[in-house]
């Protein structure tokens, strides 16, 4: 809410006269106070969509008196937000499309917004209250502190001398030679009793949470490989959509809306969703399914070198035909090159995001701890999201690169005067970068064996999509 409002005041006619700028929207009437006031609604809108997401599905489970309940009510409320987004999507698509001013078209948001909030509290009186069940991160942090204070204490040979506390509740994870220093976290210190060391947890640790420690590590260079994979999927919505928005729509007599290659996008996002999860089945049981999952990443990375290159020739293609007409700063004209030209590029970005999702899921799924599976699709959507904010940084720091020796900027408030094409082809060989250090990762990763049943694409599709499903209706 709070975001979005500032996303209005931003805008230029709003405070133009506080600010002492002009009201018109240009660039030169945009001020420091209002670049501030931009940037920061923009980050406390991320903040409060991630808090909206990671909270949504357990406030609901929270407010269900018994446990088998809880899918049946999920599944209703799921029903009414599909409906209610689907619908409030249509409303905002047909009446914003009639706003021109920016300040309203952030303003309507911000108001319902409010709405949504004051009829939120307005039942906090109702809600259910559940304590914090605690976090198994606090369990990978306990390890280290743990390991560092018994630095200089020498790790026993004998793995039975090191502490593991077993019972009915918990599985106990089994010892490995990796990463021996965290096995320092489970060294009994001889000089006081285990009582006395067991009441204090930041000091001695379990076996089997040093060995979930060890996963988590060695899934961190992995992890990090999704980071640029996140930066070319959101040039699909930047400047994919940018460059649609003058290219010619028509085909022969028949007028296309844009929306019809978003169109095509998520279907071919869903059936490359479908395909991965045929594949992995299609493995079985058999020893070689444990890699399926870093085999669906490496297609993704290679789609998303191909999505770059192909962008890199469709652009020049636009900017010789803007060119050829004379378009170079007449950004608002229309192109005389149909928009079909983007199609390619945006079904490499559908290969891309179609499986990626499903297979960085089921690699985590299957190579992680038990204790923090309800936390991997924040951690896979996490790595994304560091990757869409770092295309701003990219395209900075690009920028500022091009313009070395005097050369113009890659990056122009006019489209047709960018090079995005050089950008895309920037792009392909960090992708390429990124390829070959995730395959080194991959080689040299210590796989478990698969325990993974049959998938279903409906699971990766909810949970990219919470809300993209009639069958989770109970309606």
Same mark, same amino acid.
């Given at each position: 809410?709070?975001g979005?409002?500032f996303?209005s005041?931003?805008?230029?006619?709003v405070?133009?006269?506080a600010?002492g700028?002009?009201s018109?929207?240009?660039?030169?009437?945009?001020?420091n106070g209002?670049?501030i006031?931009?940037y920061?609604?923009?980050?406390?809108?991320v903040?409060?969509?991630?808090?909206?997401i990671t909270?949504?599905a357990?406030?609901?489970a929270a407010q269900v008196?018994?446990?088998?309940?809880?899918?049946?009510?999920?599944?209703?409320c799921?029903?009414?937000?599909l409906?209610?987004v689907?619908?409030?999507?249509?409303?905002a698509?047909?009446v914003l499309?009639?706003?021109?001013?920016?300040?309203?078209?952030?303003?309507i948001?911000?108001i319902?917004?409010?709405?949504?909030?004051?009829?939120?509290?307005?039942?906090?009186?109702t809600?259910k209250?559940?304590?914090?069940?605690?976090?198994?991160?606090t369990?990978f942090?306990?390890v280290?502190v743990?390991s560092t204070?018994?630095v200089?204490y020498?790790?026993?040979?004998?793995v039975?001398?090191?502490y593991?506390y077993?019972n009915?509740?918990?599985?106990?994870?089994?010892?490995?030679k990796?990463?021996?220093?965290l096995?320092?976290?489970?060294i009994?210190?001889?000089s006081?009793?285990?009582?006395?060391?067991?009441?204090?947890?930041?000091?001695l640790?379990?076996?089997?949470?040093?060995?979930?420690?060890?996963t988590?590590?060695r899934?961190?260079p992995v992890?990090?490989?999704?980071?640029?994979?996140g930066?070319v999927?959101?040039?699909?919505?930047?400047y994919f959509?940018?460059?649609?928005?003058n290219?010619?729509?028509k085909v022969?007599r028949l007028?296309?809306p844009a929306?019809?290659l978003?169109?095509?996008?998520?279907?071919?996002k869903?059936?490359?969703?479908?395909l991965?999860?045929?594949f !992995?089945?299609?493995l079985g *049981?058999?020893?070689?399914?444990?890699? #399926?999952?870093a085999i /669906? =990443?490496m297609? $993704?990375?290679?789609?998303?070198?191909?999505?770059?290159?192909?962008?890199?020739?469709v652009?020049?293609?636009r900017?010789?035909?803007?060119?050829?007409?004379?378009l170079?700063d007449?950004?608002d004209?229309?192109?005389?090159? !149909?928009m079909?030209?983007l *199609?390619?590029?945006?079904l490499l970005? #559908?290969?891309?995001? /179609? =499986?990626f999702y $499903?297979?960085?899921l089921?690699?985590?799924?299957?190579?992680?701890?038990?204790?923090?599976?309800?936390?991997?699709?924040f951690f896979?959507?996490?790595?994304?999201?560091v990757g869409i904010?770092?295309?701003?940084?990219?395209v900075?720091?690009?920028?500022?690169?091009?313009?070395?020796?005097?050369?113009p900027?890659?990056f122009?408030?006019?489209?047709n005067?960018?090079?995005?094409?050089k950008?895309y082809r920037?792009?392909a060989?960090?992708?390429a970068?990124?390829?070959?250090i995730?395959?080194?990762v991959a080689?040299?990763?210590r796989?478990?064996e698969?325990?993974?049943q049959k998938?279903?694409?409906?699971?990766f599709?909810?949970a990219?999509e919470?809300f993209s499903?009639?069958?989770?209706?109970?309606?």
């Amino acid at each position: 809410m709070q975001g979005l409002g500032f996303l209005s005041m931003s805008t230029p006619p709003v405070l133009a006269k506080a600010m002492g700028t002009c009201s018109e929207y240009k660039p030169e009437c945009i001020g420091n106070g209002q670049q501030i006031l931009f940037y920061t609604g923009l980050a406390l809108v991320v903040i409060g969509g991630c808090g909206h997401i990671t909270s949504w599905a357990q406030f609901v489970a929270a407010q269900v008196n018994e446990e088998e309940e809880i899918k049946d009510v999920t599944r209703c409320c799921n029903c009414l937000s599909l409906y209610t987004v689907v619908i409030s999507t249509i409303v905002a698509i047909i009446v914003l499309s009639y706003v021109k001013l920016w300040s309203i078209r952030f303003g309507i948001p911000a108001i319902c917004s409010l709405v949504a909030t004051l009829l939120f509290f307005s039942g906090s009186r109702t809600y259910k209250y559940v304590p914090p069940q605690g976090s198994p991160l606090t369990a990978f942090v306990r390890v280290f502190v743990a390991s560092t204070t018994k630095v200089f204490y020498a790790i026993p040979k004998e793995v039975s001398k090191l502490y593991e506390y077993k019972n009915s509740d918990t599985e106990v994870v089994p010892h490995t030679k990796s990463l021996r220093c965290l096995d320092k976290a489970a060294i009994i210190v001889p000089s006081k009793t285990l009582e006395e060391q067991r009441k204090n947890r930041w000091r001695l640790c379990t076996v089997t949470e040093v060995e979930e420690t060890k996963t988590i590590v060695r899934m961190i260079p992995v992890w990090l490989t999704f980071i640029f994979c996140g930066v070319v999927s959101s040039i699909g919505f930047t400047y994919f959509i940018e460059q649609l928005d003058n290219l010619n729509p028509k085909v022969g007599r028949l007028e296309f809306p844009a929306i019809v290659l978003l169109w095509f996008y998520n279907q071919a996002k869903t059936i490359c969703n479908i395909l991965y999860v045929k594949f !992995t089945n299609s493995l079985g *049981l058999s020893g070689s399914r444990k890699f #399926a999952p870093a085999i /669906g =990443i490496m297609l $993704s990375m290679i789609s998303a070198v191909l999505c770059c290159i192909v962008a890199a020739k469709v652009e020049n293609r636009r900017l010789n035909v803007v060119q050829k007409h004379g378009l170079l700063d007449k950004p608002d004209e229309t192109i005389p090159m !149909t928009m079909f030209w983007l *199609l390619p590029q945006f079904l490499l970005l #559908a290969l891309l995001d /179609g =499986i990626f999702y $499903s297979s960085a899921l089921s690699f985590f799924k299957d190579q992680s701890p038990v204790s923090i599976e309800k936390y991997l699709p924040f951690f896979i959507g996490g790595a994304f999201g560091v990757g869409i904010l770092s295309s701003v940084l990219s395209v900075y720091i690009v920028g500022k690169i091009s313009e070395s020796g005097g050369k113009p900027n890659w990056f122009q408030h006019n489209l047709n005067r960018s090079r995005l094409d050089k950008y895309y082809r920037t792009l392909a060989w960090l992708s390429a970068i990124n390829l070959v250090i995730f395959i080194v990762v991959a080689i040299f990763y210590r796989y478990k064996e698969s325990n993974l049943q049959k998938l279903e694409a409906d699971e990766f599709i909810e949970a990219d999509e919470p809300f993209s499903d009639d069958e989770n209706c109970c309606c």
